[in-house]
């Protein structure tokens, strides 16, 4: 019988473009017993080709093992699985070549996507190859695993129970008396500026655009609905100067405190920030294309959605510990609030595509502690009538 070995790869790039290291997991695909891991410092890359060179390392090593293996490549980067599995075309001359290599190298290896938090194994070895680099030290990592030594057992017992906690059955909220208080967040987009009205991209470092009036009085209406709804324990804002102002037209009417969460900013958009789609379209037209296509394709000098979900989930988790059990208002921005409502209801990355957010629009979601989340509302603007809200953006 042919033996199945499992590989998990993962790569990363601190700058995107920047400092870069890939690390792979090859395991057995019978009892998922780690057999090697590998990873290497590779200088300055994009996360793309960070995660191909962690599929080549793990493809090469798995060869190692066993030459004649079926092989299995797990992977959280949604653009390889699909360019690899041949349903997305390869426009950037780099990555065809690292995708062609792989293909030659395991010609009959088929192609899964998994969880970021599922992948923890190989991404671990990402951050030690990068953190061995920035001390000076050798960066690459090449070693076989034996279950005996207590490294290789933490990393097969964390997959395990995640595969555990991911088959437990859950509680259905509604219906389920044991739940327990939930932390209620209140999220509501910023009031509107002059570049929402002109639908220009307006990213974590561009022009940090104040409230026009109108964004104010947005703001109010938004801060009467919160009250309305029985008022709240604290306000968390983004750090950004629109979403400030919101969140201190909220605190006067709510007679909240104001902490600011910097992973809530809105997404980097880097070049494209201060320009309109269609400017986008017409000056980066091959770059606009492979952003649409992918969610880890990252504006020139800005951010991939994949690359926020994770800052943006890291604050979520950061609000949720410290004001468990509250009800809280979480003032921020587009693709946040479409992340973390994702996030509640698990749905793809890809569906933030398809979620519209009008300024100061309220989106209300439960937190419960065993990990259950309720989406109650999303996207709500009655509240606004009362306001001349202007273009939805």
């Known amino acids: 019988m042919t033996r199945l070995l499992v590989v998990e790869a993962d790569g990363g790039s601190r700058g995107n473009p920047g400092p870069a290291a890939y690390g792979a997991v090859v395991r057995d695909g019978e009892t998922e017993r780690v057999l090697a891991e590998v990873g290497d410092a590779i200088g300055i890359a994009t996360n793309n080709v960070a995660e191909y060179r962690g599929l080549l390392a793990g493809l090469e090593r798995a060869l190692e093992i066993d030459p004649a293996a079926q092989i299995e490549v797990r992977l959280d980067s949604k653009l390889v699985v699909e360019q690899m599995s041949g349903r997305w075309a390869m426009r950037n001359a780099a990555l065809r070549e690292l995708a062609l290599t792989a293909r030659r190298l395991a010609p009959g290896a088929t192609f899964t996507w998994i969880p970021r938090d599922r992948n923890r194994a190989a991404d671990r070895l990402v951050n030690e190859a990068l953190d061995a680099e920035l001390r000076g030290e050798p960066a690459r990592i090449d070693r076989a695993v034996d279950l005996g030594v207590p490294q290789a057992e933490d990393v097969v017992g964390e997959v395990l129970e995640d595969r555990a906690k991911a088959e437990r059955p859950r509680a259905l909220v509604g219906w389920a008396t044991d739940l327990g208080a939930p932390t209620m967040t209140l999220l509501g987009r910023h009031g509107a500026t002059a570049m929402s009205l002109e639908k220009k991209f307006s ?50 009417h709510a007679g909240a405190s104001i902490d600011i969460e910097d992973g809530l900013i809105e997404c980097d958009f880097g070049e494209w920030d201060g320009h309109t789609f269609a400017e986008v379209q017409q000056r980066w037209p091959d770059e606009l294309n492979a952003w649409i296509a992918s969610t880890d394709v990252a504006p020139p000098g800005g951010e991939s959605f994949a690359e926020c979900r994770d800052r943006v989930d890291a604050a979520r988790r950061a609000v949720l510990k410290r004001h468990a059990g509250q009800r809280i208002a979480v003032i921020s921005h587009v693709t946040p609030i479409k992340l973390i409502t994702g996030m509640c209801v698990d749905a793809p990355l890809s569906s933030l595509y398809r979620m519209e957010l009008a300024p100061c629009s309220l989106t209300t979601i439960a937190w419960f502690a065993d ?23």
Do not use: K, M
């Open 203 to 252: 990213g974590a470092g561009g022009f940090d655009a104040p409230l026009i009036a109108l964004g104010e009085a947005q703001a109010h209406a938004l801060a009467r609905e919160i009250v309305a709804r029985g008022g709240i324990d604290g306000i968390v804002a983004s750090p950004r100067l629109r979403t400030r102002q919101t969140a201190a037209i909220v605190a006067e």
């Open 371 to 393: 990990g259950n989340s309720s989406l109650f509302g999303f996207a709500e603007s009655a509240h606004l009538r009362e306001v001349d809200a202007g273009p939805g953006v």
